[in-house]
């Protein structure tokens, strides 16, 4: 069982930057491929970007280049650095956790979310 709790989200400007954090419990936290995920109301959960427990990572194509996804295994948490934000970033960031790394896949174990609204 992984419990993931996400901070960081608010309000910031559009080409302003936020860092969201995703703690997970549990001791095997490095075995487990972590992701982030979106959502806004009236929408897809949408794919955000991934990182396999060797840190390979993966991006979705509208966030490459301006979010970086990182992992701090001594502190079983994962970044979200999110740069050059737009007004369409704006939604509930999810972080989940799975056994297995399949980016945009399925993932076991998810967070409450936490909201990250950008200005125009």
């Known amino acids: 069982q992984v419990q993931l709790v996400e901070s960081g989200g608010g309000l910031v400007q559009a080409g302003g930057s936020l860092r969201l954090s995703c703690a997970a419990s549990g001791r095997t936290f490095r075995r487990y491929a972590m992701g982030w995920f979106r959502k806004t109301p009236g929408k897809e959960r949408e794919f955000v970007a991934a990182?396999?427990?060797?840190?390979?990572?993966y991006y979705a194509d509208s966030v490459k280049g301006r979010f970086t996804i990182s992992r701090d295994n001594a502190k079983n948490t994962v970044y979200l650095q999110m740069n050059s934000l737009k007004p369409e970033d704006t939604a509930v960031y999810y972080c989940?956790?799975?056994?297995?790394?399949?980016?945009?896949?399925?993932?076991?174990?998810w967070g409450q979310g936490t909201q990250v609204t950008v200005s125009s």
């Open positions: 990182i396999a427990s060797g840190g390979i990572t």
């Open positions: 989940a956790a799975d056994s297995t790394y399949v980016p945009s896949g399925e993932y076991d174990y």
